[in-house]
């Protein structure tokens, strides 16, 4: 019998031994129904013109596992996530478990080297142990930690000039006189919701990002000697992939800069703290007066779905950026104002629909009131910004919101692509035209805007559309400026916000029902490389010669869907629809995914063009695989 019939008759023979005890195991339990099929298992395999490496060495166990209590949760932190940590060798992702006493374990797969555990029971202890797990499923021994969860201590004192726990809804309903947020994003992706004591944001079209702008402005004081002003948020918004912004802008726009240039394009006056993968940057307007700076501890890594505290700290001496307690970024920036419009910018994994937590954010200083208004979306008869004389499309919008207010003016963040004046935008509704204003400066660069820069504008509405009597609609409605058509304008969003002082208002909304997403089974990319490690085109004609697959199965992303990963059983190489190759990644327990190499000999192929199907194997028989496809021209 030859090696590889031998190791087709062993698998098989595990695979009816596997089978036999899930049935032996159902009948114990006392299950009526069918057995659950067993987990799938693939035996390697490689075709003659392939060549498939060796795993080489085991991973290794994480150097030390911290855990810090939250309020209900433990955060549980290792290699990258910790301050000077390093991810141990040959890491693809890891096999976390948790339990307390006299219950049996839970066991999460994640790509980060930190994870969140939520819906802990207080004032016990859980026991933790963290395992790497390479690419082919083989494990660590086990590190382990303690933790209990804990509290938030005196983080929100200070926080005077607006605190919002999210935990009422109404502080982000802007249908509701006196709410505390406008929340901006693209209408019909991007959507709010409460649950559990955070604001969820869901960005579902893969490339989202939600702004709030508080209702209160943020007043510098003299929070101490040094101290003038802070911004406090907690999010898992920074995490893999994901990002934060802090915008602290004079005037009151809906959102500020641009991600068409290199530079953030900022209004003047402004300050921009960004927190993603590449760490903590602070950014200002070029106006904005500097002094030197000593620098900052690097950030650590962040996990996907982990809430940490970011504070925000003005100074007489610059801005300090603090993530947990722990300074991570600086700069000598010394605004020159004294009161500015706090904006968090939020975005998730791009590419991938995704939702972003706020548990608490608000800032020092006094707390002036809020402006009862109350929001209604408006949908332009065009996206485009209009020329003064251009043909405007004959839709419009509803008077009904406006009937009887006694002031209300349109809001719309648009941006343009070529010189424009945005101070001359107007806002046509039917007959009238009426100046809009700019809500901050527009950054200006000899004369020109700045390339793909979000600018708000505001326009005040006159008496006459605010009357009892009048019509039911006016109509249309588009924004217009000269040069607009050439210089590529478009409405990002627009709404109006009209004045109240009723107290009526429509029922809070609750959050709805909330099912744990399941495991996302990590995708699969293949792209060709020569001998050398360079990218090969897709059309360049390969002849006879050896290839390189270079394979990934995406953990990471797979972890910003859902959480957790999904197990991997392996992949398989199919070429032109035959079996080239399976590689087994759950050899000591399910996998995560990685990065693999695979030869390719061309010259042991027909000539010609040739089709590779990468198809991504769960361990779970009821998950559907994944596939992707690749054309090698010979």
Known sequence: ????????????????????????RHAQSGSTGPPAPPPVSLADFTAPHLLVPNPGEPPAAPAEVEAFGGHGWIRVAWGSALPGGQDPAHAAGYEVSWHRDGEPARTRRVASSEVQLDGLAEGVDHRIAVRTVDAVGRRSPAVETTGRVGDDGDWRDGLTGLLDDFDDPATTDARRSGSLWHVDGYRGCVNTDNAGGHLLVEMNCGADSAVLRARRPLVL????????????????AAGARGGLTVDLVPGGPD???????????????AVRVALDDDGARVLAAPDVPTVPDRGSEAATRRGTGVLHRFDVLLTKSGVRVLQDGRQIGSSGAVPAWREATVLLGLRGARGRRSTVRLDAAGFSGAQTPVRGVVETPTVPATQQVLDLDDQAPGVGISRAPLRGATAARLRA????????????????????????????????VAGVVRQGTAITVVAELPPELLAET???????????????????????????????????????????????????????????????NQVLPPDQPLGQRRVVLSITLDPLGAEAVSGSVAGVAGFRLRIDGQLAATVNTARDGPGLGGTYTVGLELGRLPAGRHRVELEVVPVDPAERERSTLVTLEG
């Open 1 to 24: 019998m030859t090696p590889r019939r031998r190791l087709a008759t062993a698998f098989v023979a595990f695979a009816v031994l596997a089978a036999v005890v899930a049935a032996l």
């Open 221 to 236: 004081s003299e929070v101490d000697d040094d101290v003038l002003g802070r911004v406090g948020v907690v999010t898992d």
């Open 255 to 269: 959102q500020v800069g641009s991600e068409e240039v290199s530079d953030p394009a900022l209004p003047p006056g």
């Open 413 to 444: 963040t648009v941006t343009f692509a070529g010189p424009v004046d945005p101070a001359a935008v107007v806002v046509q509704l039917g007959d009238a035209r009426l100046p809009a204003v700019q809500a901050a400066p527009a950054p200006v």
């Open 470 to 532: 009048g019509p039911d609609s006016l109509s249309p409605f588009v924004l217009r400026v000269a040069g607009g058509r050439a210089a590529m304008g478009t409405v990002r969003s627009s709404y109006l916000e009209v004045d109240t002082t009723t107290t009526e208002a429509p029922p809070a909304t609750t959050g709805r029902p909330r099912s744990t997403p399941a495991d996302e089974l990590p995708a699969g990319s293949l792209v060709v490389r020569d001998q050398n």
